[in-house]
């Protein structure tokens, strides 16, 4: 079958194309009787884009299924080396013959590799559809496939060196503990509070599976000088979490809460008695004022952590506004006053 490659957007005199622009062009796969095909699945011939060889992969009856199938496929997977991959982003198209508008186009990308070395849809197109001679799809018992390709690079994040990049290393997830990450990185990057962690008490004796403390100090110090990533294998062990615990999602602000107090237990006694109150605990009053008597309450109120709420507020200080706005309680809601009885209040 007649076939041609062409850049995907072919440059008009004088414009010069980026080096950065990855690598495209549009094959164009011509298949005379059509219809009179008499096998499962058909390839185009090889094209290269990018440095790489590529073909289109059809059944022209469908892949078990009553539509057409189309796939990019790797024309040489068998015989490239061991843990190669490449990532595309492409299109394939059908081209009507009659009404260019009307051709069918699919967009897809990939990352290619041994085990999924072709790519594509499965239900390109309905059968019925393609072989009517009327639509324009089939002329002269012509069919016209294009596949415009653009080759990218892959962002290799194995040899992606954080320590180099940054100054940091991450921490791995075990699967569902992202948020725990998120939440010991933030504290990590407290310096008061990494030292007070560094100067908790923990003897030799001490197994990192078995103490909070010890486990916090060996996690911090690895985030502070390992090259790689930092496991919480031991943290979440010294939780009294198993590996089942570890892959449920728990909820951050608990976790924040239950470390809170567990290391300020273990810090009683300690050189660094008090830590956590002097470095989280906040305060804020809560006022009461009726509107039909002359009566008015305060009360001041101890926090480690504000829980604000988000929706419709453009950024955190809207949300603080939110949290500290006038409240009118009615109905069921009044108040009992002292020696007034129920009265409605502002708060």
Not at 33 to 60: A, C, E, H, M, Q
Not at 128 to 142: H, S, T
Request: hydrophobic residues 35%.
């Amino acid at each position: 079958s007649p076939s041609s490659v062409a850049p995907a957007e072919p440059a008009t005199t004088g414009d010069a194309q980026s080096v950065d622009d990855p690598p495209s062009a549009r094959f164009t796969w011509t298949i005379d009787n059509f219809s009179r095909l008499n096998t499962k699945k058909l390839y185009s011939d090889v094209f290269v884009v990018g440095g790489y060889r590529w073909r289109i992969l059809i059944f022209p009856k469908g892949n078990n299924v009553d539509h057409l199938s189309m796939y990019l496929d790797v024309a040489d997977s068998g015989t490239l080396p061991y843990g190669w991959s490449r990532y595309a982003q492409f299109s394939l198209t059908v081209v009507n013959q009659l009404q260019q508008k009307c051709s069918i186009r699919k967009e897809t990308q990939h990352q290619f590799n041994a085990r999924e070395s072709d790519w594509g849809f499965t239900s390109f197109m309905l059968l019925g559809e393609l072989y009517d001679p009327g639509r324009g799809y089939l002329v002269n018992d012509i069919c016209i496939v294009e596949a415009d390709v653009a080759v990218r690079k892959i962002m290799d994040y194995w040899s992606h060196d954080s320590k180099k990049e940054t100054g940091y290393v991450g921490l791995k997830n075990q699967g569902a503990t992202c948020y725990m990450n998120s939440l010991l990185q933030t504290l990590y990057h407290i310096p008061y509070f990494r030292k007070a962690v560094y100067h908790m008490p923990t003897t030799e004796n001490d197994m990192p599976s078995g103490s909070i403390p010890l486990a916090l100090q060996s996690l911090f110090y690895k985030l502070q000088y390992s090259d790689t990533s930092v496991a919480t294998k031991e943290l979440t062990k010294s939780f009294g979490w198993d590996t089942y615990d570890s892959f449920m999602q728990h909820d951050v602000q608990e976790l924040n809460r239950v470390l809170s107090e567990k290391l300020e237990d273990k810090m009683k006694g300690t050189v660094v008695e008090g830590t956590i109150q002097q470095l989280f605990e906040g305060h804020h009053m809560n006022y009461i004022e009726c509107i039909n008597v002359d009566y008015k309450s305060t009360r001041k109120e101890s926090f480690y952590d504000l829980q604000l709420d988000v929706k419709g507020c453009r950024d955190v200080y809207a949300s603080f506004d939110k949290y500290v706005e006038v409240e009118s309680l009615e109905g069921d809601n009044k108040y009992h006053a002292e020696q007034h009885g129920l009265q409605v209040r502002f708060i």
